[in-house]
């Protein structure tokens, strides 16, 4: 996808009183996509322990993303941090996790 069609982000699930966080990944989401469409997705692909539950999401700096307008309407901008937790667990904490990125191979 081109940068005008997707968004690139790092997506932190963050599921409070979890004894392990599912580490922060990587992701070029479509910008016209809503979150409320693509969430089991990304969640899956975060590695979400927890599934069938209201989710929220907001910024690394805590302004909040609505899932049912499209990604290029919201605060989300290139390369931000999505964090997204339960709907319940507002105002509590996660652990931090590590980022996991794409690995590059160099020749040998």
Do not use: N
């Not at 963050?14 to 479509?30: F, K």
């Not at 069938?52 to 990604?71: E, I, K, N, Q, S």
């Not at 309407?73 to 667990?89: D, K, M, N, Y």
């Amino acid at each position: 996808m081109s940068d005008d069609h997707a968004i690139r982000v790092i997506v932190k699930v963050c599921v409070p009183d979890s004894p392990q966080q599912p580490p922060a990944v990587d992701m070029a989401l479509p910008v016209q996509a809503r979150l409320a469409d693509i969430l089991d997705e990304v969640l899956e692909l975060a590695g979400s322990p927890i599934t069938g539950l209201p989710w929220r999401a907001h910024t690394a700096a805590g302004l909040p993303v609505d899932p049912a307008v499209p990604l290029a309407h919201t605060a989300l901008r290139q390369g931000e941090t999505l964090i997204v937790s339960p709907h319940l667990s507002f105002g509590r904490r996660c652990r931090r996790s590590p980022v996991r990125h794409p690995a590059h191979r160099r020749p040998p």
